[in-house]
């Protein structure tokens, strides 16, 4: 079991910047490919970015490439989420993620759907006012 715990959102003007972070507890984080995924109000669950377990691949979706910034500390139990040049659509509440899967594991790999990580933080809100 991994348990998930956010912290970091909050209300921003257009072009300004906030920094999330998931502190993991349980088993042994080092070994999950971990991801950050958002919810708009009324839309589905999307992909954001996500991280190996060794951080050796990353990925990010094609609207918050070049501003968001994944990072894991695995001595900390830790995955954070840099995000500048804030857009009001990037207005969602905010899901760290973890990735049970063995092979993925030790393989060293990343999965971009949501359907794949099994331990789910409780979210955090990221509003972007205009």
């Known amino acids: 079991q991994v348990q998930l715990v956010e912290s970091g959102g909050g209300l921003v003007q257009a072009g300004g910047s906030l920094r999330l972070s998931c502190a993991a507890s349980?088993?042994?984080?080092?070994?999950?490919?971990m991801g950050w995924f958002r919810q708009p109000s009324g839309k589905e669950r999307e992909f954001v970015a996500v991280?190996?377990?060794?951080?050796?691949?990353?990925y990010y979706a094609d609207s918050v490439k070049g501003r968001f910034t994944i990072s894991r500390d695995n001595a900390k139990n830790t995955v954070s989420l840099q995000m500048n040049s804030l857009k009001p659509e990037d207005t969602a509440v905010y899901y760290c993620?973890?990735?049970?899967?063995?092979?993925?594991?030790?393989?060293?790999?990343?999965?971009?759907?949501?359907?794949?990580?099994?331990?789910w933080g409780q979210g955090t809100q990221v509003t972007v006012s205009s």
């Open positions: 349980g088993r042994t984080f080092s070994t999950s490919p």
């Open positions: 991280i190996s377990r060794s951080g050796g691949m990353i």
């Open positions: 993620a973890a990735d049970d899967d063995r092979w993925r594991r030790v393989g060293d790999s990343v999965s971009r759907a949501y359907g794949d990580y099994d331990y």
